[in-house]
């Protein structure tokens, strides 16, 4: 028997290629080796399976980000910012979960378009006060450079959303392209003179 774990993931691979209505419960079942009424023993409805894959997919995408700065605290905040968007720009290119995230937060399905951005906006807001924090904190190296760490913060996250547009409708070039572009003038725009 396959457990609610193993459809998720099939369904994870179906929702970030296809998106909610592309995706079939069909094809997520014939996935797991089950036919397709088994998945209702573990969800109700391809509405249920979708939001638990978005609440599962946001919650790790929470802990990757929380797991970045702690674990690059050694840099100084430039690098690690500027890491931070280059890591985010790679893992769209090579991972369902990343590919789903960004699906899900521009693309919500019209059905569950409520029920998705109660996810999303907690998120997003979560996000930018712990980036605020951390430009208020500055680093080691420089200490306080931040002028203006709230309006740095979501500046950030604009910036984060340009590259992740032009992930999806461009690619990973022009994205990359983009990111050497725009990031000097974002650092020089935030930080004190």
């Known amino acids: 028997m396959h457990s609610s774990k193993q459809i998720l993931q099939a369904a994870l691979a179906h929702f970030a290629r296809d998106g909610y209505e592309g995706a079939s419960l069909q094809g997520i079942a014939e996935d797991c080796g089950i036919r397709k009424p088994s998945i209702y023993a573990h969800y109700s409805s391809k509405g249920d399976l979708f939001l638990q894959a978005v609440k599962d997919v946001f919650q790790r995408q929470e802990q990757n980000i929380v797991g970045f700065f702690s674990q690059h605290q050694e840099l100084s905040l430039e690098e690690m ?8 720009l790679e893992q769209y290119t090579r991972d369902d979960e990343a590919r789903f995230f960004l699906r899900v937060s521009f693309f919500p399905p019209r059905a569950l378009y409520e029920e998705v951005m109660n996810i999303v906006y907690p998120f997003l807001d979560r996000h930018e006060a712990c980036l605020s924090q951390l430009l208020a904190a500055g680093c080691p190296q ?4 931040i002028s203006r760490p709230d309006q740095a913060a979501s500046v950030f996250l604009t910036l984060l959303d340009g590259i992740h547009v032009e992930i999806l409708y461009g690619g990973e070039e022009r994205a990359a392209r983009r990111l050497a572009h725009a990031w000097p003038v974002y650092w020089q725009g935030v930080t004190r003179s």
């Open 81 to 88: 910012l500027k890491s931070f968007l280059q890591q985010r």
């Open 142 to 145: 420089h200490g306080r450079i």
